[in-house]
T-cell receptor
């Protein structure tokens, strides 16, 4: 089955730790995205990548980092510099950067203890 | 002014009624419009895309776009309790370099 997978589903982090969220897709999509969702709010764009080995900051990139070494994978690292990291993190992909329809993975819920 | 605005609700309708969800956007250069459904604790699911003025129907769902008035709406006919979810409007704004800007969502409850 084609789709987007994210792991883990739930993640608990102590303050001061970096954590990496996994996102993998087998849809052969060029573009991938990371969003953050806080309760009662819409999605805010953290980073996006239109092609391999290239990525751009979104609206709230501070405290986050990404890599895009393979077309299928777009991991997100939440660093200790992110002041309020507790949130629902969503990875999405689209066939091409010029095609705006995005499809989402199941999400990772990160809680900072 | 937010780029994409939705009434947060909650919106309650009885089973079998028509649910009407509205979204306004500020960027006149916006070209693509999407509705996502998000069940509690789950990720958004794309249910409708609309690109030109007018109506687009898909089963019980109708998306309506009026670029002159800068609004897009979603009608759900014969609403079912399984339609109870948060509905997110997303707009591909000209100012965002082809990225999607999301509204904060409207929570819909369909009462049996």
């Amino acid at each position: 089955d084609g789709g987007i997978t994210q792991s883990p589903k739930y993640l608990f982090r102590k303050e001061g730790q970096n954590v990496t969220l996994s996102c993998e897709q087998n849809l052969n999509h060029d573009a991938m995205y990371w969003y953050r969702q806080d309760p009662g709010q819409g999605l805010r764009l953290i980073y996006y990548s239109q092609i391999v080995n290239d990525f751009q900051k979104g609206d709230i990139a501070e405290g986050y980092s990404v890599s895009r070494e393979k077309k299928e994978s777009f991991p997100l690292t939440v660093t200790s510099a992110q002041k309020n990291p507790t949130a629902f993190y969503l990875c999405a992909s689209s066939l091409l950067a010029s095609i705006p329809e995005q499809f989402f993975g199941p999400g990772t819920r990160l809680t900072v203890l | 002014q937010k780029e994409v605005e939705q009434n947060s609700g909650p919106l309650s309708v009885p089973e079998g009624a028509i649910a009407s969800l509205n979204c306004t956007y500020s960027d006149r250069g916006s070209q693509s419009f999407f509705w996502y459904r998000q069940y509690s604790g789950k990720s958004p699911e794309l249910i409708m895309s609309i690109y030109s003025n007018g109506d687009k129907e898909d089963g019980r769902f109708t998306a309506q776009l009026n670029k002159a008035s800068q609004y897009v709406s979603l009608l759900i006919r014969d609403s079912q309790p399984s339609d109870s979810a948060t509905y997110l409007c997303a707009v591909n704004t000209a100012s965002s370099a082809r990225q999607l800007t999301f509204g904060s969502g409207t929570q819909l409850t369909v009462l049996p």
